[in-house]
């Protein structure tokens, strides 16, 4: 299949890696993949196009995709219709089997550019919300006019998309997003981040890994940490990653509620990321970014950590009570018993690390996802242009 991926973004967020691995890995089965991206308007430390070039995936920066443009702005229309122009050309030229949009600009774009070119690609969207699509007027002109199957993180996701827009179940498919799972190896090599971050030698961490805005409910997570250092004075709370937001759903909490002592501020790891994630005892997660995909927490269960996660969303789909993790009602009291009940009982810690572990290395595979949605891509060949 010829296949091209429309990014309409140029940062390296959730949506992005998971992206990226995937066009890989179906390049790896034999697939022409193109992957179409944003060009950084700016110089910046991090970027798509940074790990594209290090990826060495087929890519093309020839579009603007910029989603950020206001309808006020003067170049707000030409910049949108060269875009358009530019990709109906695009699709005409290459005959594209399969076109997958991942926003709802590029879905916009991409759909007019697909129905004035006039060749029959299929247009796949993948849906990355942590919660379903909103029916509201923009999205249900999006999915009946431009879509002919929709890929969504979550069964709850899936009947709910299939529900508010009216697309048939087998034309939408819950398909897990993977983690390049050779990276993951608890028994790895890793740098002694504990001396580097200030944290003693002996004390247990708790870590955390989030955009720290107000929805991820950290302040809950920093009340259970007063009372689990109530029981546990040598454990450390490690928070990892950024916000403009910091100040009120971090800094100011942890103020009021006197635990700066056992909490430590990672910030945003980038080469040494890994390595940050290994030195973490307990992993808690309470709820998936904007995005949706939930990586951190793949992750953590990846490199064999015991985790808990709060009963919201998509998480219980990821973690099995009692088995790979523990699921909980996150008030600062449920977060707390949890935490307390792993620490007390290290055998526990070990097992569910032990689960999450072999959990992660079942269900994110790479060549799983590429299957399933190689599948996907064939099945919607098979059905043809949704009328």
Known sequence: MKILHLFSNWKWTGPADPTLALCKELEKRGHDVTFAYRK??????????????????KATDQFRLDHSLKFFRPSFLPTHLRDISDLTRYLRQEEFDILNVHHSHGHLLGGIAARRSGVPVIVIRTDHKRDPLTPGLGNRFLISQFT??????????????????????????????????????????FKE???????GPKDIVIGMIARFQKYRRTAVFLEAAKKI?????????????????MEHSVIQPMKQLGVEKWVVLGGYRIEDY???????????????????????????MAMGKPVIVA?????PELVKDGISGLVVNDTS???????????HHPEMREALGKAAYQRAHEEFRLDRQ?????????EMIRLGKRK
């Not at 981040?193 to 944290?199: F, H, N, S, V």
């Not at 009963?311 to 998480?315: A, S, T, V």
């Open 193 to 199: 981040m504990k001396a580097l971050l200030g944290i």
């Open 148 to 189: 002919d199957g929709m890929i969504t993180f979550s069964e709850t996701a899936r009947r709910e998309d299939a529900e508010h827009f009216g697309l048939p179940l087998e034309r939408v498919r819950k398909i897990s997003p993977a983690l390049d799972l050779s990276r993951y190896d608890p028994n790895g090599k």
């Open 40 to 57: 950084p308007p700016l110089l910046v430390e991090d970027s798509i196009e940074k790990r594209v070039r290090q990826a060495g995936v």
């Open 311 to 315: 009963n919201r969303g998509m998480l």
């Open 274 to 300: 890994l390595d940050t994630l290994a030195c973490m005892d307990l992993f808690v997660f309470l709820m998936a970014g904007s995005d949706g995909t939930a990586r951190a927490l793949r992750e953590a």
């Open 333 to 343: 009291e449920g977060l707390a018993e949890a935490a307390l009940r792993l620490l």
């Open 229 to 245: 250092a109530g029981e546990f004075p040598n454990v450390k709370v490690l928070l990892v990653g950024r916000s403009s937001q």
């Open 370 to 378: 590429a299957e399933a949605v190689e599948e996907f891509y064939q």
